[in-house]
């Protein structure tokens, strides 16, 4: 296997992609792709410490990434909430601003007096916010709901490989039913209006599952409203609704959520200043 000073091998994979991002990016990319494949973390980055590389493989990852592939596709994983989560096509690449909401959600379980609460999770994906609930408050009874066939296959392998107890199911929240007696509900749905689908990136549109990004342009509110609808039966006494949201559709949601009948709506900003999360409870 060959071996090549740390920041050689950077700059080598730089000069690869440097075509398709701004430097910046290009920078933070490539360090990212060595620290997950080869194991070159900043410290051997800073040391520029010999590594040994996999001469096929990087040739192999360049080319993906280079078509445009996202790098957690391309080495099949990314990190959540401090945990190893598989990624594959099927579902949505886990994001960091939904690590600030399951860190809000996990606030909230954290002081409950009566911690055995059972908690839906609609649109799950990889399975990232119940298995991170779960993981956190262990005695939690989390389940996934997706509509998706492959993603609920995906979701229990992480839940398997990360030792989750957590059970998922196939579901359309549009038109199944979401059962009785949940305490917390929680959802990161589709609120990408198709219209904004132009001035995406193409390593999101070529690759990430489009049904779990877009709405049509006349109802962005599409899932919200869906979800909240059923909430109000699903939901037991004083349960709780809490949602990822579109920045320019924050204020239609707590709207939207008012006048179906929820209490003690809030708004919260993520780590770039903008309003991304919502919590709100059942009305008596």
């Known amino acids: 296997m060959p071996v090549l000073p740390a920041k050689d091998l950077h700059r080598q994979v730089i000069n690869e992609l440097i075509n398709l991002y701004e430097e910046r990016e290009v920078n933070t990319l490539a360090r990212n792709y060595l620290q997950d494949r ?3 973390d900043a410290i051997k980055l800073g040391m520029n410490a010999p590594v040994a590389y996999d001469e096929s493989l990087l040739a192999k990852d360049l080319q993906l990434l280079r078509a445009a592939m996202p790098l957690q596709y391309v080495v099949g994983f990314t990190q959540f909430m401090g945990h190893r989560f598989k990624c594959t096509k099927a579902a949505l690449i886990p994001r960091p601003e939904t690590e600030e909401l399951v860190a809000w959600i996990i606030d909230l379980l954290q002081g409950q007096p009566e911690p055995n609460l ?3 999770d609609i649109g799950t994906g990889t399975g990232c ?6 993981l956190a408050c262990p005695q939690i009874e989390a389940v996934g709901m997706d509509i998706a066939p492959e993603a609920i296959a995906l979701a229990y392998e992480n839940a398997k490989t ?3 107890k957590v059970n998922f199911t196939q579901a359309d929240v549009l038109s199944d039913p979401l059962g009785g007696g ?9 609120y990408i209006p198709l219209k904004e689908k132009a001035s995406m990136h ?3 549109l070529a690759y990430e599952p489009e049904q779990a990004l877009f709405v049509p342009n006349e109802d962005p509110l599409l899932f919200y409203r869906a979800i909240a609808q059923k909430a109000k039966v699903a939901l037991g006494p004083k349960g ?3 949602f990822e949201v579109h920045e320019s559709f924050s204020e239609a949601v707590v709207k939207l959520l008012k006048h179906e009948g929820f209490r003690q709506v809030a708004l919260r900003e993520d780590f770039q200043g903008k309003d991304r999360m919502l919590r709100a409870e059942r009305g008596e």
């Not at 916010?129 to 779960?134: A, F, G, H, K």
């Open 38 to 40: 080869f194991h070159c």
């Open 202 to 204: 193409q390593n999101v």
């Open 240 to 242: 709780y609704l809490f």
């Open 118 to 120: 059972k908690i839906l």
């Open 162 to 164: 990360l030792q989750a």
């Open 182 to 190: 949940w305490d917390l509900i929680v959802s990161n749905p589709p």
């Open 129 to 134: 916010i119940p298995i991170s609930l779960q």
